[in-house]
């Protein structure tokens, strides 16, 4: 994050929904990624759930304690057009899926991950594929136990490491972007909607 941004997000009110889901999930908003995490505070779970529903955002409530709500957010087709690669189907399987629907898999997902937060069992490496990551990146990941990676960013990198590199900048991009639309009066369902009808640019190329 530039600094010009990083002086503008410290006057942000953090918060805000608008304000935490540019820094959380840009670039799902901008069409760069299939799906992100959004971590709220408990106290604006309702807040939050109307807000996505008016945005019409899909949402799946992946844990939930005393101090705070995790959402994962995401694009429903894309989201299920991935879990029907076949490379995506044999990850899961191998972690002991058994039905592969966008349902099957959250409903499944949600159990182990929240098992793992309450140190229940150990972390779901399958994660990566629910993020849409590179199924090679989250094989890297499994094989090397999180170690001896090209490129540790958004998520650690095991192959093709200039263009994820370039991709996380982009990422980085669109939350900037964001940013400064928020700080110039422009509402997150104003850009949620520009998006979605093209009428801007994704946030490179």
């Known amino acids: 994050m530039s600094h010009e941004v990083f002086a503008i997000v410290q006057g942000m009110d953090l918060k805000n929904i608008e304000t935490q889901l540019a820094l959380?999930?840009?670039?799902?908003?901008?069409?760069?990624k299939i799906s992100n995490l959004l971590n709220v505070a408990i106290q604006t779970e309702v807040m939050v759930r109307t807000f996505l529903k008016k945005a019409e955002i899909s949402y799946y409530c992946l844990l939930r304690t005393d101090s705070k709500v995790i959402f994962l957010l995401f694009n429903?087709?894309?989201?299920?057009q991935y879990l029907l690669q076949n490379e995506a189907r044999e990850l899961l399987a191998e972690e002991g899926y058994t039905e592969f629907s966008l349902g099957k898999v959250l409903r499944t997902f949600q159990k182990r991950y929240k098992d793992h937060m309450h140190e229940k069992n150990d972390f779901p490496h399958e994660m990566g594929v629910i993020l849409g990551y590179p199924i090679g990146d989250v094989k890297g990941f499994i094989e090397h136990k999180g170690k001896n990676f090209l490129h540790s960013g958004y998520w650690k990198v095991y192959e093709n490491e200039q263009e994820t590199v370039l991709l996380f900048q982009k990422f980085e991009h669109a939350k900037e972007t964001l940013i400064r639309m928020l700080s110039s009066g422009i509402s997150m369902q104003q850009i949620i909607k520009s998006y979605r009808e093209n009428k801007i640019q994704y946030a490179i190329g």
Do not use: N, Y
Request: net charge positive; glycine share 8%.
């Open 24 to 32: 959380q999930c840009a670039p799902l908003i901008t069409g760069l």
């Open 76 to 80: 429903r087709k894309q989201l299920e």
